[in-house]
T-cell receptor
Framework: GEDVEQSLFLSVREGDSSVINCTYT??????LYWYKQEPGAGLQLLTY?????DMKQDQRLTVLLNKKDKHLSLRIADTQTGDSAIYFC????????FGAGTRLTVKP | DTAVSQTPKYLVTQMGNDKSIKCEQN?????MYWYKQDSKKFLKIMFS???????INETVPNRFSPKSPDKAHLNLHINSLELGDSAVYFC?????????????FGPGTRLTVT
């Protein structure tokens, strides 16, 4: 299994909030990231959070970090059909480790 | 003004052949990476290069060899291609400084071995 774990699928209706969860294992991780991958494209960095923070907000995106439980989440407010993609959680300790990706499907 | 570019975008070849994938970044980054993404979308780091030194090699078969002519380029050479090498290969780059280490990815090269 992967060191960084995510649920594989999430389906929401347009306008609802989406919450994508991730757990990681390396307590020495300094940075945690969320990447978005659209079909046929590379990974696009959405946001990141430093390990001494517990929350970061960037427009419709809110990242929550629970360092004690090694749990990271990404909340997308007012989800749009253009948000449909695969979202990867990643941790940076010695190197970068990615989760398997959560496929978000937004239904109109 | 593409940040990280890869060529080719698609590569179809037969088993046993030797092929190369090129990567270039114009971000002024000092570290470049190659990742392999399999059909289940698992992303695994293969190599990273910092100042022309290989700093990570994740038990990749020695049929794969990265070559970096300069800081802006990291090419991936693959010898004796096998069916299991079919995947999407992503190049990425970052700054290896006391910062966020965020990596910027290329668009990927879809390799199909027949």
């Amino acid at each position: 299994g992967e060191d960084v774990e995510q649920s594989l699928f999430l389906s929401v209706r347009e306008g609802d909030s989406s919450v994508i969860n991730c757990t990681y294992t390396d307590s020495s991780s300094t940075y945690l990231y969320w990447y978005k991958q659209e079909p046929g494209a590379g990974l696009q960095l959405l946001t990141y959070i430093f390990s001494n923070m517990d929350m970061k907000q960037d427009q419709r995106l809110t990242v929550l970090l629970n360092k004690k439980d090694k749990h990271l989440s990404l909340r997308i407010a007012d989800t749009q059909t253009g948000d449909s993609a695969i979202y990867f959680c990643a941790e940076k300790a010695y190197d970068m480790r990615f989760g398997a990706g959560t496929r978000l499907t937004v239904k109109p | 003004d593409t940040a990280v570019s890869q060529t080719p975008k698609y590569l179809v070849t037969q088993m046993g052949n030797d092929k190369s994938i090129k990567c270039e970044q114009n971000l002024g980054h000092d570290t470049m990476y190659w990742y392999k993404q399999d059909s289940k979308k698992f992303l695994k780091i293969m190599f990273s290069y910092n100042n022309k030194e290989l700093i990570i090699n994740e038990t990749v078969p020695n049929r794969f060899s990265p070559k970096s002519p300069d800081k802006a380029h990291l090419n991936l050479h693959i010898n004796s291609l096998e069916l299991g090498d079919s995947a999407v290969y992503f190049c990425a780059s970052s700054l290896r400084t006391p910062s966020s280490y965020e990596q910027y990815f290329g668009p990927g090269t879809r390799l199909t071995v027949t």
